[in-house]
């Protein structure tokens, strides 16, 4: 069964219109063993994504995206000059995990978190209650809804 999930990027580093010029990308540099496991055990392809821009002023969803890879290993851990390079990891146990990603729509209105604060139904969405994982599961109720904001406001 098709799940949802947020995930985070920092805009200035990779947009959803980064995404959309690129069409499909590599989802890697995830170092927290929580978001990691999702992406290893639960990711599918198919899985709906909610695309959040991070570290932004102001934070928030910004459209969708879709997963078209799952789980494999993060090669970046490998790379010793790299920004995620991780000493443990190997070739053969890379310890951590990349997705890959494709665009599906960039939404006509940024639903912002100050917004997805007020809205009710998303009271106990992740992103609302402080939660730091770069990726997150999303019920089929908060997915709508924020899709909902997203293309009419």
Do not use: C
């Amino acid at each position: 069964m098709p799940r949802n999930w947020l995930m985070k990027s920092e805009p200035q580093v990779y947009s959803i219109h980064d995404l959309q010029r690129d069409g499909r990308t590599s989802w890697e540099g995830v170092r927290n063993y929580q978001a990691r496991n999702f992406l290893r055990d639960d990711a599918q392809v198919g899985d709906a994504v909610l695309y959040y821009h991070s570290n932004a002023d102001p934070p928030g969803v910004a459209g969708l995206a879709r997963i078209a890879r799952a789980g494999y290993p993060d090669r970046t851990a490998l790379e010793i000059d790299g920004e995620y390079y991780d000493p443990k990891a190997t070739e053969a146990d890379a310890r951590w995990v990349s997705v890959d990603v494709e665009f599906v729509e960039a939404f006509p209105h940024f639903v912002s978190l100050d917004e997805l604060r007020r809205t009710p139904g998303l009271e106990k969405m992740l992103v609302i209650n402080k939660s730091r994982l770069s990726v997150q599961p999303v019920t089929d109720e908060e997915f709508a809804l924020v899709v909902r904001l997203g293309r009419e406001g």
